[in-house]
């Protein structure tokens, strides 16, 4: 009987209720209303949209520059190589003359060039080792033909592309004389090379650019420079290597300061439209440090304070300063040290102390629950603060050893590019712990030694967060 | 509105096309908005919640099957979007105790002459809590274990706020046949006609299990 009322009851207001469209009026207001919704949402999708192509471009620049600054360095690398190679097989004798260049070209035997081959610091990351070595080359009596001026053939055809016709100009005056008679050889090749060096032909001196450029100074030692600068005076042609050099350099800062006012504009727009984030973060580090590779690792530690900003839900910006103790061990070919020795050592280990400052951008990938993990890239300035090296000799009687420490040899700018996975989980309100992989990757030569250090690890931490607004 | 018509009109919102969007909604505006309305304390709160419906309806129409009857799925996605409004203002529903209603002599209610916007207005008067459960169980034909999992509730407290909810529409639907205590009308009618509002007043919490 109840049930039954209750179904009447529930009939009327469904009868009533249901499809009755037409009695309700339209309001124009509310469209409106809708209107705002779907447009507000349009732009937060664009900015959304927005977002991978400005992450896209960074990593693009980023990975131009790191292609840009790898290049001439792996080049110098190569011709660091050569140059050893003959400094071994001279087996030499030391002359400080730096201003020989032009004075030895009617250089026949092995005594008369080799003053060329300077071993003061300031001549040995000059410019002029490969206009040296063509020199050097063919006075070599007891080297078969290939290491003749054929030798010089080949590091000439590798230079940069800019100067790769003039190369093949120097190249072509100095293929006819590499012939049979080595010592008859010599003279005319080393006569061309006078022409060459004269600066009174505009032609013949661009060549002599040509060669000379082909190892350019690292980037990372403006020390050296200066040096060479005075050194090598009396050399016209150098002083024109010298501009050059100048010229790629001031190119490349011109491109890290764009890089980086872009980089300025991003984040300048990002805060302007995200209430930023901010916490503190101190770690500790374990890492395997090598120089050209990992094959002969060794393992150094870190710890240090980090300070991040969250500019987003998903992007952040960290810095900070980290102790680095970085030991790290390789073969003799794989440092320039700025001088040379009278006998190679076999290896060098050295221990540096520096300051590592990182400036990266983190990607949130994934967030559930108290659990983050983000992605990272970003550069790195090491800041030296003491090296310590053990040279190791092969000697006739074993082998022996000695050590040295370098002083205090500068900073390296944002030379590292770092990448780097964050795992972090949150404790309380306050903070939580964080687990970070990372690899560093150089991009030019650190340290005394000029060695691509090259670092990876797991760092531990925890982390702060400051003035959150979540309880 | 034709099926062909309604297509077209449904792959021009698929391409987000304003002016398809704006004719669908005027097209269903009617419908959406009566849905809404019941659930809703009053119009306005019905058309904020029936516009997240619709903007739910523009953000995944593509994930609409042509196939099906739209008018379905439209009216679903209002009543969960009234769910999930009603959800989201749980801290606001109270009920009533409604003792004064239990022992209330039942008429014949289909006999009396009591328009759409009677109706509706004695529905909106009801406590969310009630309202929503009888909205779910005789209009839209839910069953009271469907709505304590669309609710969070259990079986047992929907059933209990349906008999609620129908005692007192009861009670409202006698009041309105009184002569001196007016008509359910319009938004501003009703509100004096109801007496019980205000005293004994329970947080709805308390009665869920």
């Known amino acids: 009987m109840n049930n039954e009322k209750d179904k009447k009851l529930d009939d009327l207001f469904k009868k009533k209720l249901e499809d009755t469209d037409d009695q309700i009026g339209y309001r124009e207001e509310d469209w409106d209303s809708l209107e705002a919704m779907l447009d507000k949402r349009k732009?937060?999708?664009?900015?959304?949209?927005?977002?991978?192509?400005?992450?896209?471009?960074?990593?693009?620049?980023?990975?131009?520059?790191?292609?840009?600054?790898?290049?001439?360095?792996?080049?110098?690398?190569?011709?660091?190589?050569?140059?050893?190679?003959?400094?071994?097989?001279?087996?030499?004798t030391t002359n400080n003359n730096p201003a020989s260049i032009a004075t030895t070209t009617t250089a026949s035997k092995q005594n008369d060039v080799l003053p060329a081959k300077t071993h003061t610091p300031a001549i040995d990351s000059s410019g002029s080792k490969p206009a040296n070595l063509a020199i050097n080359a063919p006075a070599k009596n007891s080297r078969p033909i290939n290491q003749s001026p054929v030798l010089i053939v080949d590091k000439s055809a590798n230079p940069t592309p800019a100067f790769k016709s003039d190369a093949a100009a120097a190249t072509n005056k100095l293929?006819?004389?590499?012939?049979?008679?080595?010592?008859?050889?010599?003279?005319?090749?080393?006569?061309?090379?006078?022409?060459?060096?004269?600066?009174?032909?505009?032609?013949?001196?661009?060549?002599?650019?040509?060669?000379?450029?082909?190892?350019?100074?690292?980037?990372?030692?403006?020390?050296?420079?200066?040096?060479?600068?005075?050194?090598?005076?009396?050399?016209?042609?150098?002083?024109q290597t010298i501009s050059s050099g100048e010229k790629s350099q001031a190119a490349m800062s011109r491109l890290l300061a764009g890089s980086a006012a872009q980089n300025n504009k991003v984040s300048a727009k990002t805060i302007a439209s995200f209430r930023p984030r901010f916490a503190l973060n101190a770690i500790g580090a374990e890492d395997a440090n090598g120089a050209g590779s990992f094959q002969q690792a060794k393992a150094g530690n870190k710890a240090g304070v980090f300070f991040s900003a969250a500019i987003?839900?998903?992007?952040?910006?960290?810095?900070?300063?980290?102790?680095?103790?970085?030991?790290?061990?390789?073969?003799?070919?794989?440092?320039?040290?700025?001088?040379?020795?009278?006998?190679?050592?076999?290896?060098?280990?050295?221990?540096?102390?520096?300051?590592?400052?990182?400036?990266?951008?983190?990607?949130?990938?994934?967030?559930?629950?108290?659990?983050?993990?983000?992605?990272?890239?970003?550069?790195?300035?090491?800041?030296?603060?003491?090296?310590?090296?053990?040279?190791?000799?092969?000697g006739y009687g074993g082998t022996s050893s000695s050590s040295y420490t370098a002083p205090n040899s500068g900073s390296y700018l944002f030379k590292i590019l770092n990448l780097n996975a964050t795992y972090q989980r949150q404790i309380s309100s306050r903070g939580g712990i964080t687990i970070q992989p990372y690899l560093k990757l150089p991009l030019a030569n650190v340290g005394y030694g000029q060695v691509k250090l090259q670092t990876t690890g797991v760092a531990l931490g925890v982390n702060w967060n400051l003035g959150s607004s979540k309880p | 509105m034709g099926e062909d018509e309604l297509h077209q009109l449904l792959r021009g919102c698929i391409n987000q096309d304003r002016k398809c969007q704006k004719m669908l909604y005027k097209t269903f505006y009617g419908f959406a908005m009566s849905i809404c309305l019941r659930y809703a304390n009053d119009r306005d709160?019905?058309?904020?919640?029936?516009?997240?419906?619709?903007?739910?309806?523009?953000?995944?129409?593509?994930?609409?099957?042509?196939?099906?009857?739209?008018?379905?799925?439209?009216?679903?996605?209002?009543?969960?979007?009234?769910?999930?409004f009603y959800r989201?203002?749980?801290?606001?529903?109270?009920?009533?105790?409604?003792?004064?209603?239990?022992?209330?002599?039942?008429?014949?209610?289909?006999?009396?002459?009591?328009?759409?916007?009677?109706?509706?207005?004695?529905?909106?008067?009801?406590?969310?809590?009630?309202?929503?459960?009888?909205?779910?169980f005789a209009i839209e034909g839910y069953s009271h274990e469907e709505i304590g999992e669309m609710l969070h509730i259990n079986a047992g407290t929907s059933k209990s706020n349906l008999h609620k909810a129908r005692q007192k529409l009861k009670q409202m639907i006698m009041r309105a046949d009184a002569p001196a205590s007016g008509s359910f009308n319009s938004d501003i009618d009703y509100a004096p006609s109801v007496a019980f509002n205000a005293p004994g007043i329970v947080l709805n919490k308390g009665i869920r299990g």
């Open chain 1, 43 to 92: 732009k937060r999708r664009a900015v959304i949209y927005l977002w991978p192509v400005v992450t896209g471009i960074a990593a693009a620049l980023l990975l131009f520059l790191g292609w840009w600054l790898f290049k001439p360095i792996e080049k110098n690398s190569n011709n660091l190589t050569v140059s050893s190679h003959v400094v071994k097989s001279n087996n030499s």
């Open chain 1, 175 to 239: 293929k006819p004389q590499s012939g049979a008679n080595l010592i008859e050889a010599t003279k005319p090749a080393t006569n061309q090379l006078a022409n060459v060096v004269d600066p009174t032909i505009d032609k013949d001196r661009n060549a002599t650019v040509a060669v000379v450029t082909q190892t350019p100074n690292p980037p990372t030692a403006p020390g050296n420079r200066t040096d060479e600068n005075s050194a090598l005076k009396t050399g016209k042609p150098t002083e």
């Open chain 1, 312 to 394: 987003s839900r998903k992007f952040s910006i960290t810095t900070g300063t980290l102790y680095s103790s970085t030991p790290y061990a390789a073969a003799y070919g794989d440092y320039n040290f700025p001088y040379q020795f009278k006998n190679d050592p076999v290896s060098v280990s050295a221990n540096c102390k520096m300051l590592d400052i990182p400036l990266n951008v983190g990607y949130q990938v994934y967030s559930r629950g108290r659990n983050t993990v983000t992605l990272g890239t970003g550069l790195s300035s090491y800041v030296m603060l003491q090296q310590s090296f053990n040279f190791s000799y092969a």
């Open chain 2, 45 to 84: 709160s019905a058309a904020e919640v029936m516009n997240q419906g619709f903007l739910k309806v523009f953000t995944h129409i593509e994930s609409f099957d042509l196939t099906r009857p739209f008018k379905a799925w439209l009216g679903k996605i209002m009543t969960n979007a009234s769910i999930d």
């Open chain 2, 88 to 136: 989201a203002n749980l801290k606001m529903a109270y009920t009533e105790d409604l003792e004064a209603a239990e022992n209330m002599s039942d008429g014949e209610f289909a006999d009396r002459n009591l328009s759409y916007n009677d109706l509706l207005a004695m529905v909106q008067t009801l406590p969310p809590a009630y309202r929503t459960v009888f909205n779910l």
